[in-house]
């Protein structure tokens, strides 16, 4: 709805004091009727109108606002954006228009369309501080639309289908569903999207994504538009090949264009009020967010680079990145922080500065500061003349740009700025400092003589020390007993230089997930260990021992054994047995010559199933799994299913009334109770059970299939579909030689179907799931779940189903107990 005027004026403008009450009933009337009525919101600023102060216009879904804001932290600083409208305590902007020019009073500023069309903000003087450049075809421009994806647009008139302009077409550092990235192929225009410079600062950052400089058909993170730091590997039709996820992903549509002007992806959200969005953020770090419901907060499901220390030049000139400490930045010795204020909102891109100036005049007089281990700094200069370490230090104090050197089989030099260090790394560092920041040393013969003292009694106490250690130690334990027994149980501990031996300092790389990498090891008794170096651990070491030693006692024939653990400063590991058959999702791959037989493939379903109907029911507290997926069941040398990662959720009580605070689970395989807020409970695990019986009867992944009405459907919907018509056989991989009994086969495919139940009370436990794959507890033909109907009645699209079904539409929970649906022979 417009509000007509013939003059200029704030929206939502207030009755003045002076109208008398015949005036003021009226417009309260209009007032509360406009309130009451959401489809009458103002989404549209038109020419005589203005946005100012606290004023706002809202799409019409009511997903989002425009107005002016201050970003938390930077009150000072208001800046005209969109943010998300209706999510309670969280103002999360997704495009600012100022964003390089802040306005510091907004009571007297305005937002508006000017008589050239353009968008523009104007300060108190009426100076314009931001302007949308529109093209002359907006001379026509009379109306601004906030549309419910997000996007503002400028049209001649509001009922026009014609965009004059588009805050897509200008995204800040955030892409939105419906937006897009790419170039323009006859401007050579880039659009891409530039993180903030801090996280209170808008203004435009180092880090940015964007279509490939270089012409390739990918996506890459740069800094300061020069320096790639990721890649998202080439499109190849169907996904990025570095990007894997966004093939098997049932939320997103992805799109890549290449045509003669525009060469560009975009992807859109099958369910509207899915909320998602891609942002750069400050520290440049790619990562899609989505809005989780049950905790009222955004939830990252990808992020790249994953290490922080691999984006080039996060922690500035001179920055030392670390992947060890809690600080992710520090500076050498003789440096400090450019802005101790900046760093303390972990915004680093200022570096360090140096404590003392250097002395180029006298070279005597400069020294270098040796640094050990670090991954050197990017732009080396190589000194082909210097076949030496002296030759080469000598080159750089003769240079007065010098800042550093290396010499490893050849000299290498840096000017100016050193960017790009990181405390990992083979490379030794010699930074140049001025003579009074080196550490303390002196020519003075009495200091040198009484350091000489101490160092040989130094020494001499050293040999004390590994004469005792060679007499005691062995007496006490045996030299090949590597690790320490915990408690009275099985586990036990280990040292972390022990578990670099055994692993050859972390480089045999079995895989890496949510929670950390895993490496392969060998145990001095030739025992083969898996290795796991948790990621994101922050509790204390008392804490975490007390969990660990919890999952110590957990012992079963289908879960993965604990062989011990690590806790060292910051450092938690944890050592598992070997499994030698590898994980269950590699047997998925088409490459994967050998085909698992249906009679092993039970074997493994069963075996999941006592796995965790074990963790539900027979721990002294119930461990929900939280992340079911094959990736996650591993199989020994026998092929033998074991449940691995179990227990890395948080350890609860029987009392299931609370949600879960973080999700853990993999999106492919989330039971709709994740998203919506209800409580979770065990039945988490059993809903991405039957997701994955579905892979295993298939061989393959759930993905998109096509139908035989030529229509693309999720494969899961569809298989269910398959169950409720009694055509289970159509559901089998094919490569299979052996044919199942359709009996066993039936029994199977509907297990899985209860199990993928939109409410929990209707799906069976893990014991009863057990029960009726042992053949002591039958099943009958199940309902078809109601996302998986919904999914079958919209062609064409995958939905994911984010909100639990009506209650009208569930089922007793004695359902497998007492009525005739399932019962026990």
């Known amino acids: 709805m417009e509000l007509s005027s013939t003059s200029k004026r704030p929206l939502h403008a207030m009755a003045s004091s002076s109208l008398n009450a015949r005036l003021l009933i009226p417009m309260f009337l209009l007032f509360f009727w406009q309130s009451s009525n959401p489809s009458s919101a103002i989404d549209s600023i038109s020419l005589s109108q203005s946005l100012s102060g606290d004023q706002t216009i809202i799409s019409s879904e009511g997903n989002f606002a425009l107005g002016f804001f201050?970003?938390?932290?930077?009150?000072?600083?208001?800046?005209?954006?969109?943010?998300?409208?209706?999510?309670?305590?969280?103002?999360?902007?997704v495009w600012v228009a100022n964003r390089a020019c802040p306005i510091s009073n907004t009571s007297a500023a305005e937002f508006k369309i000017s008589e050239a069309g353009n968008l523009v903000i104007v300060n108190s003087s009426g100076a314009a501080v931001w302007s949308s450049n529109?093209?002359?075809?907006?001379?026509?421009?009379?109306?601004?639309?906030?549309?419910?994806?997000?996007?503002?647009?400028?049209?001649?008139?509001?009922?026009?289908?014609?965009?004059?302009?588009?805050?897509?077409?200008?995204?800040?550092?955030?892409?939105?569903?419906?937006?897009?990235?790419?170039?323009?192929?006859?401007?050579?225009?880039?659009?891409?999207?530039?993180?903030?410079?801090?996280?209170?600062?808008?203004?435009?950052?180092?880090?940015?994504?964007?279509?490939?400089?270089?012409?390739?058909?990918?996506?890459?993170?740069?800094?300061?538009?020069?320096?790639?730091?990721?890649?998202?590997?080439?499109?190849?039709?169907?996904?990025?090949?570095?990007?894997?996820?966004?093939?098997?992903?049932?939320?997103?549509?992805?799109?890549?264009?290449?045509?003669?002007?525009?060469?560009?992806?975009?992807?859109?959200?099958?369910?509207?009020?899915?909320?998602?969005?891609?942002?750069?953020?400050?520290?440049?770090?790619?990562?899609?967010?989505?809005?989780?419901?049950?905790?009222?907060?955004?939830?990252?499901?990808?992020?790249?680079?994953?290490?922080?220390?691999?984006?080039?030049?996060?922690?500035?000139?001179?920055?030392?990145?670390?992947?060890?400490?809690?600080?992710?930045?520090?500076?050498?010795?003789g440096f400090a922080p450019t802005s101790t204020q900046e760093w303390q909102i972990n915004d680093w891109n200022s570096g360090c500065t140096r404590r003392t100036r250097l002395h180029c005049g006298n070279k005597s007089s400069d020294g270098f500061l040796v640094m050990p281990n670090v991954r050197l700094p990017a732009n080396s200069v190589r000194i082909l003349t210097a076949t030496s370490s002296t030759n080469c230090k000598a080159a750089c104090l003769n240079n007065c740009s010098c800042s550093a050197y290396s010499y490893d089989n050849g000299c290498s030099i840096w000017g100016d700025d050193l960017r790009n260090i990181a405390d990992t790394g083979g490379g030794i560092l010699y930074i140049r400092l001025a003579a009074s920041d080196l550490p303390a040393t002196s020519n003075s013969s009495h200091k040198s003589t009484i350091g000489i003292i101490l160092g040989v009694a130094f020494g001499v106490l050293l040999v004390l020390v590994v004469l005792f250690a060679l007499i005691w130690i062995p007496r006490r334990r045996k030299r090949t007993h590597i690790t320490e027994q915990v408690d009275d149980s099985s586990l036990v501990q280990f040292s972390y230089g022990e578990l670099q031996r055994v692993t050859r300092n972390f480089s045999r790389k079995l895989g890496g997930g949510g929670f950390g990498n895993v490496y392969r090891g060998t145990l001095p008794d030739s025992t083969e260990v898996a290795v796991k170096k948790l990621e994101g651990q922050r509790q204390g070491e008392k804490q975490f021992r007390a969990e660990v030693s919890t999952l110590g006692t957990i012992q079963h024939v289908n879960l993965v054994r604990l062989r011990g653990f690590c806790c060292h400063r910051d450092e938690r590991l944890l050592v598992y047995d070997y499994m030698p058959g590898g994980s269950l999702d590699s047997h998925f791959s088409e490459s994967n010559i050998a085909v698992l037989d249906w009679k092993l493939r039970y074997r493994i379903i069963l075996g999941v199933?006592?796995?965790?109907?074990?963790?539900?029911?027979?721990?002294?507290?119930?461990i929900i799994h939280c992340d079911v997926k094959p990736e996650n069941i591993l199989l020994d040398e026998n092929f033998d299913p074991k449940i691995a990662d179990f227990g890395m959720a948080k350890l609860i009580g029987r009392d299931f009334s609370r949600v879960l605070t973080t999700m853990r689970g993999t999106v492919g395989y989330l039971a709709p109770e994740w998203i919506s807020g209800l409580p979770v409970t065990p039945k988490v695990d059993v809903y991405s059970f039957g997701m994955m019986l579905f892979e295993l009867v298939a061989g393959k992944r759930n993905s998109i299939v096509r139908g035989n009405d030529g229509v693309d459907k999720f494969y899961p919907s569809w298989a269910a579909k398959q169950v409720i018509d009694g055509s289970v056989e159509s559901l089998l991989d094919d490569r299979l030689e052996d044919a199942p009994e359709i009996e066993e086969l039936t029994r199977v495919c509907r297990v899985a179907c209860w199990c993928i139940q939109d409410s929990e009370s209707q799906r069976p436990t893990m014991g009863q799931v057990v029960r009726i794959l042992e053949g002591s507890l039958e099943v009958s033909r199940p309902p078809l779940p109601l996302a998986m109907q919904s999914l079958m009645e919209v062609a064409g699209q995958v939905k994911f189903q984010i909100s639990s079904t009506d209650s009208s539409a569930t089922v007793a929970t004695n359902t497998y107990e007492e009525s005739s649906t399932i019962h026990g022979r």
């Open 70 to 93: 201050a970003p938390a932290g930077n009150p000072s600083n208001f800046y005209a954006g969109i943010w998300y409208n209706n999510l309670s305590g969280n103002r999360t902007v």
């Open 609 to 622: 199933a006592r796995g965790l109907a074990y963790l539900h029911g027979s721990c002294r507290e119930c």
């Open 134 to 333: 529109s093209t002359p075809s907006t001379l026509n421009a009379s109306v601004a639309v906030l549309l419910g994806t997000g996007n503002l647009v400028l049209k001649d008139d509001l009922n026009s289908s014609t965009i004059l302009w588009q805050s897509f077409d200008h995204p800040t550092d955030t892409w939105m569903p419906g937006g897009w990235l790419g170039v323009n192929k006859r401007t050579g225009e880039y659009q891409s999207i530039t993180s903030w410079a801090s996280p209170v600062d808008p203004a435009p950052g180092p880090f940015a994504q964007s279509m490939d400089p270089d012409g390739s058909d990918q996506y890459v993170l740069l800094w300061n538009g020069s320096e790639i730091y990721w890649n998202s590997g080439l499109w190849n039709g169907q996904y990025f090949t570095a990007v894997p996820g966004t093939k098997e992903s049932t939320a997103f549509n992805f799109t890549f264009v290449d045509n003669p002007d525009r060469k560009f992806a975009m992807y859109t959200i099958n369910d509207p009020s899915f909320l998602t969005r891609f942002v750069v953020d400050s520290a440049g770090q790619g990562q899609q967010w989505f809005w989780l419901n049950a905790t009222q907060e955004w939830q990252t499901v990808f992020t790249q680079p994953l290490v922080h220390c691999d984006v080039y030049s996060l922690c500035g000139p001179f920055g030392i990145c670390s992947q060890r400490n809690t600080s992710v930045c520090s500076c050498p010795i």
